[in-house]
């Protein structure tokens, strides 16, 4: 991410289920209380995925928790919520997804130019082997990093 961009929520479990082949920036159609509970990093997207229907773009299972002080003003936690993409890109996006069996996964939620924005990867599912072979990477990097702070 690159400068004036506040990363607001991670999907850690993406990366560790999926192989992550491109990654495109998408708007989200919010409402006030969302934004501010958005921003007070009261959201999940851990279980989330995106979903193309009739040529639009919508993310579903995103939990954006009430806004404490919205009162009657805030949605649906679990509402799905319309992603903002030019046609072409859905048109690309869907094409992906029906033909080669990929998936769409939120990655991150963060503000950009004071922009609610929601980084979208077109993954491949791992299998049982590729984590595993993820988790001795990640073991062995940690290994290194000890290793060189020790020799210090």
Do not use: C, W
Request: charged share 30%.
């Amino acid at each position: 991410m690159s400068d004036g961009v506040k990363v607001l929520i991670k999907n850690k479990k993406a990366y560790y289920d999926y192989f992550i082949d491109e990654t495109l920036e998408a708007g989200i159609a919010l409402a006030g209380s969302e934004v501010k509970s958005i921003r007070a990093g009261k959201a999940n997207i851990r279980d989330a995925y995106v979903r193309i229907v009739d040529n639009e773009a919508f993310v579903v299972g995103m939990h954006v928790s009430p806004y404490e002080k919205g009162s009657f003003f805030n949605q649906d936690p679990l509402r799905k919520r319309k992603l903002l993409l030019h046609k072409r890109e859905i048109a690309k996006l869907y094409s992906l997804v029906t033909q080669r069996g990929l998936t769409l996964v939120p990655l991150t939620v963060y503000l950009k130019q004071g922009k609610v924005k929601l980084e979208i990867g077109v993954a491949r599912g791992k299998k049982l082997y590729d984590k595993r072979r993820s988790i001795a990477e990640r073991d062995a990097q940690r290994a290194r990093e000890i290793a060189t702070k020790v020799a210090r």
